[in-house]
């Protein structure tokens, strides 16, 4: 079982920046892609960023440009620096892995950012407030 625990969430005031922390726990797969989702009460969870084990990054348009994903392998943290943060991030973040169908799903998945199916493991989440 893989354990996910976000911290960093909080309150900025609009134009800030905040980094999300990710620390993953327990049976970790090395070769699995991690990301992060938000989702705002009554809406949809949306992807933001994913960052699979041989590098590859993907953003949403929401936060290209202004988002870094990265990850500390050797303390297995998985990070989401976000800047220039606006009233419309307000969210709850959430930590997202897959697991051990990673390898096959990887090949037919078009999409990741909008496949919440294909991640396995997902943390509690991590309030992000944005004041205008």
């Known amino acids: 079982q893989v354990q996910l625990v976000e911290s960093g969430g909080g309150s900025v005031q609009a134009g800030g920046s905040l980094t999300l922390s990710c620390a993953a726990s327990?049976?970790?797969?090395?070769?699995?892609?991690m990301g992060w989702f938000r989702q705002v009460p009554g809406q949809l969870r949306e992807g933001l960023a994913t960052?699979?084990?041989?590098?590859?990054?993907t953003y949403a348009d929401s936060v290209q440009g202004r988002a870094t994903i990265s990850l500390d392998s050797a303390k297995k943290v998985l990070y989401l620096q976000m800047d220039n943060l606006n009233p419309e991030d307000n969210a709850i973040y959430y930590c997202?892995?897959?697991?051990?169908?990673?390898?096959?799903?990887?090949?037919?998945?078009?999409?990741?950012?909008?496949?919440?199916?294909?991640?396995?493991?997902w943390g509690q989440g991590t309030q992000v407030t944005v004041a205008a």
């Open positions: 327990g049976d970790t797969y090395n070769s699995n892609c």
């Open positions: 997202t892995a897959t697991d051990h169908r990673w390898p096959a799903l990887k090949k037919i998945v078009k999409d990741l950012l909008k496949t919440m199916s294909a991640f396995g493991h």
């Open positions: 960052l699979d084990s041989d590098g590859t990054t």
